[in-house]
Every structure is written in C-alpha cells, then in structure tokens.
C-alpha cells in the first residue's frame, strides 16, 4: 500500500516544467479537499493509501450528446443541431468541423481536455500557451485574442465555434470540478421511501448529481453509487482526466477501401490516454472525408463521426467496511 506521491497533468501532459507541475496537484488537491470530510467514502490518494491491487472501474459513454436524442429526430436534423453550437456537445468531448470551399467536409477535431488545464498552463507560462493555439488551432493566433489582461479567457473568439479547429472543451458542464463533484456526491446512498434508488437516471434525479439526460453523469454516478453499496472507498484514477475510451471504425466505407482506423490520429496525450484527436484523410489519398460513407451516408457532419467515438472516466475503488446507510432523496 502507498500514497500517491502527487497528482500528475491529464494525460501526463508536459506543457510546463516539472516544477509547476507540483502546483497542478495543490489544485487538485485542494478541490477534492472540499469533499473528503463531507463524504468519507470518497478520498484523496496522495492523502490516503491505495492498496496495489485495488479496482480500477470505468465508466465510458458516447460522445454525441444523448439529450440531442431525444423524440428520436431524423439523424440528419441531429448531427446538424450538435453541430453548430459547442453548448451542446454536453458529453465532456467537443468536435469541431472544416469544409473545403465547396462545403466538403475536410477535417474534424475532437477534444476532451478540461479547461483548468489550460488555465493552470497560462498561469505558468503564457508563451507556451500562446504556441499551442499556434501548433494546434492557427498559426495567426495573437495573445490578446486569449487574454484579458494577464487572465486567460477559456472561451476566446479562437476557442468559441464548431467550425475550424478548437483548443479544449468550453461547454459550462464540461469541467473537470464538475466530473469532481460528481464522483464524490454519489458516494452518498440514497433511497424514497425506504426503496434503495439504484438505477442510473432515477438516482441523478434523486441525488441532484448533474443532467439526468446526459450520458456521461447517470454512467458515472451509477458506477460510483454501486461501488459505495459495498461499503468501499472511491477516488478518481490518476492521471484525473476526461479521456477519448474508443474510435468505432465499423460501418465506414472509403473510395479506395482504407480502413477507418487509419484516418483517427491522436493529438495530444498517447494511446492510453488521449485528450485530443483529428479524423482527416492524409495527403495522397485523392479524397476527403466528406467523400467517406458511413453506414450508406456521405460525411456531411461531424455528429456522425461523434456517434463512432466513447468518452471516459477511470475510478479507483478500494475496499472498506463503511456501514451502508441510505439518505432520502434530496428534497424529500
């Protein structure tokens, strides 16, 4: 058994020296800090131990928002509705689009890095932040564009829109104090009248433990919630981070017959852990991914390729003997 030293960057990204690194585990630190006491089956590893073999659970999701879903509309007006404002791509993972002048679709961006990493970034070094929307958004990006001040603007005029390339996630739900909070509340068992609440939809709405008609908050409270029912511990999974889980390459047909999977390439964090990815047809091909069918449609939206990719969220649930006691719903 071992405490965790500190908390590394998600993904282990190293966008800044080791030294500041030690700052981003303070913030962490203290944001769980504020749950530890509350909740005692939720900790903080670098405070508590954490037996070798203890279970990792995840929770894994689709990336297209699920309420888009809902009165099931033709998939054409759906992919359109996520398409054009980021407020609504609510899954933790955020695409943007790029067309040629004709309208064909180019490239698509998709991302699940939290805004306090940027933040934490431009904290420590302004520069290095200046040249990753240089490296990976445009070329032409200026510093006043993403600062007020010496204060970084999450959601400047560079990182606002679906069309082009973004930078990190913007949506208000999309942080990671908010994937926080919602791991350690549901910890908390609940019950309605003397009946255990369980499922996933009917304990967020019991719980007030975020969007019931999400897909990332009812997976992740549930799993959480089940593990608490044991009388376990739980934390989040070092590197803490919202992770791209998988690329479904199934049901795509290219002109010449390349495979789907050749077309995904990880941008930023590494196999285990990616933040950040393009699907784009590499130079050579003769075609774009507008010219792609997927299950017998031409690629006209990113939405499409977002039913294909998983988002995720890795806890650690360790054992304990926690006396089960279930509260009343919140409210009543």
């Known amino acids: 058994m071992a405490e965790l030293e500190r908390f590394d960057t998600p993904a282990r990204l190293r966008d800044v020296p080791a030294a500041a690194r030690q700052d981003w585990s303070a913030t962490i630190s203290g944001i769980f800090a504020d749950y530890v006491g509350r909740h005692p089956q939720f900790y903080d590893p670098t405070a508590a131990e954490t037996p070798t073999k203890t279970t990792v659970a995840k929770a894994s999701w689709p990336a297209f928002p699920a309420r888009l879903t809902r009165g099931n509309p033709p998939p054409e007006a759906r992919w359109a509705n996520a398409d054009e404002d980021r407020a609504k791509q609510d899954e933790y993972c955020e695409w943007s689009v790029e067309r040629d002048n004709a309208g064909k679709v180019t490239r698509l961006t998709f991302t699940t890095e939290v805004p306090e990493y940027w933040e934490f970034v431009a904290k420590h070094d302004r520069e290095r932040l200046l040249d990753l929307y240089r490296e990976l958004v445009a070329p032409d990006v200026e510093r006043d564009e993403l600062f007020d001040g010496d204060t970084y603007l999450p959601d400047n005029p560079r990182n606002q829109g679906t069309t082009g390339r973004l930078a990190h996630l913007v949506q208000g739900n999309n942080k990671l104090t908010a994937a926080v909070d919602l791991v350690a509340r549901a910890t908390v068992l609940r019950q309605r009248n003397g009946v255990p609440v369980t499922t ?31 009388g376990d511990e739980v934390t989040l999974r070092d590197p803490i981070g919202l992770y791209l889980d998988e690329f479904d390459a199934t049901g795509f047909r290219a002109p010449d017959g390349t495979p789907a999977a050749a077309f995904w390439t990880i941008e930023r964090g590494g196999p285990s852990h990616p933040v950040r990815a393009r699907f784009e047809v590499p130079p050579g091909h003769g075609y774009a991914v507008g010219d792609l069918e997927l299950d017998g449609r031409r690629i006209t939206f990113g939405g499409q390729v977002a039913d294909r990719v998983r988002v995720r969220v890795e806890a650690l649930v360790k054992a304990a003997d926690h006396r089960v006691v279930r509260e009343p719903c919140r409210g009543g």
């Open 200 to 230: 996933q939809q009917a304990l967020v709405v019991c719980s007030g433990l975020g969007d019931p008609f999400r897909h990332s908050d009812p997976q992740i409270a549930q799993l959480v919630n089940n593990a608490a029912a044991m």
